[in-house]
């Protein structure tokens, strides 16, 4: 994942820029660079494709002498990893230099503007535009003050960015941005720094400002000044923080699992970017795992899985049939091993699995190709036992999941799987994704989807008070939103102890109707789409039994929400994507239950991250 560090004072900039870059080598990277404003009033930027060592190559061969500069790690989201792509990126002028986590969601008619009075581009990212813009705004308004110039561009654009900014004739001086992805100042004697994770900052400070959305900072060696984007002025005091370094990994959270659910929006924009241009809609084959022609040719799907990676395969089988016409059969990996599992040539065999590691699906995969069937693997971990078995992978790019409770290899799983189907759908002939279809749209949109839905925390905060105390729980849903259902009863039972069954809505009256009564919440997914009529139908036969009904419905429901207890307006979404997002509030209603009954949260009893045992 992105990474970032920036730093201005009276030492060498260099050095501290690539010790703050290895401290987030853990999150995953396939370029890093940095940019370092020398006393000539040059900036130098320095950049490489692959490990760190490759940069630091380069640096040691020619370092870049100055005391202010900003570095960064970047996992590729647009375009490849290549140097072009890697941060830090140049204005036309090459005064201004920038870097970025996150994703600008207008980038391109911003781009298109831009390209239109001339300016070069020399990436295929996003990143690049914030750069050019700035430097272009730059020459229309000589005279303006820099900072105004950098506050006037951020505020058109959209999307989510973690950002800072460094100009060459501003020397002394860093911009800092945030809006989505976090952001910390560090702060130290006569110099500050900036990182995209404490882990990068606490070798020199712990004397922390935790900078929230909507702000923006001028940062100079003694001084820090926060505001609004529209200039009006914010307090943030710093606060000195007591962490080792374990705990300063989990970048201000208290918990791994809280810290990967607010992952999200970032995370699902990594595992699109490797597989998928949303420009012009054309999926890259290596990245995803498996042929056109194969995908083609197959007559059925059969998805191996445990735990929370079986109910993203039900999600699965969903869009698979929906999009592509492909029949999806769905199996808990321990029971297709030691079933007739009846796959060959002609049936794509699909393992799903975080760790890549779980022993189950090591042996379903294993079996299905002794059947001679393809086989492909949606793995979160790369050279995993999974990742080296099948023919192919569709890697999510989840980052390091430290939490047992699964939840942003879940949605990356989703993300993937919807991926699939649509390029399915164009192997098989059913269409192909033109630039501007509503699919592509959501996908540029869901990173701002998930941020709204991670919104709704103090709500669900509130609502975990009444939850915490009851005995069990029963989740409902249909169509794809039942997976999703299966999925928020696992989290709970998972970490909070207590009983929670998912359920088909429509299922309900014949069997779990008799357990309803005023003691039994019934957490109801009434999304607004085809099934929704019938859902609300049977959400009234729990209300009719006094069943105490939290649902979480679109904006601007008019019918559940006036009998439901309690009532979670969800973000809506391409009905391909609605599961990524429906699924943030049952986590987060998982989480502060298992808060509040003081459990375990990360590492709850009796269950491991990674099952390698049958
Ligand atoms: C364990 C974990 C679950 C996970 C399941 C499958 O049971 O506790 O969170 O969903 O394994 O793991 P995998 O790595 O194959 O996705």
Redesign the pocket.
Known sequence: MCGIVGYVGPREATPILVDGLRRLEYRGYDSAGIAVLGADGLVRVTRSEGKLGNLTARIEAEPPSGRTGIGHTRWATHGRPSEENAHPHRDASGRVVVIHNGIIENFLPLKRELLARGVPFTSETDSEVIAQAIGAACADAPEAPFGEVVRTVLSRMTGMYAVVVLSADEPGVLYVAKNGPPIVLGLGADENLVASDATALLSHTRDLVFLEDGDFVRLTAASVAVTALDGAPRSRPARRVPWDAVAAEKGGYPHFMAKEIAEQPTVVVETVGHKLSLETGHFSEDAMGVSPKLLADVDRVVVV??????HAGLVGKFLLEEVARVPVEVDYSAEFRYRKNLVGPRTLVVG???????AD?VAALTDAKRAGAPTVGVV?VPGSAIARLVDGVLATHAGPEIG???TK?FTTQLVALALLAYYAREARGLGRLEPGDPFLEGLAHLPVALQQALALEPAIEKLSRALAHARDVLYLGRGAHYPVALEGALKLK?ISYIHAEGYPAGEMKHGPIALIDGELPVVALAPRDALYDKVASNLREVKAREGRLVALVSPGDEDVSTFADETLVVPEIHPALQPVVSVVPLQLLAYHVARRRGCDVDQPRN?????TVE
């Open positions: 899985a445990c735990g929370t990676s079986w799903i699995s975080q760790s890549g590691e779980t699906t979160n047992v409770a699964s290899a998972e269950l491991a991250k990674s099952v």
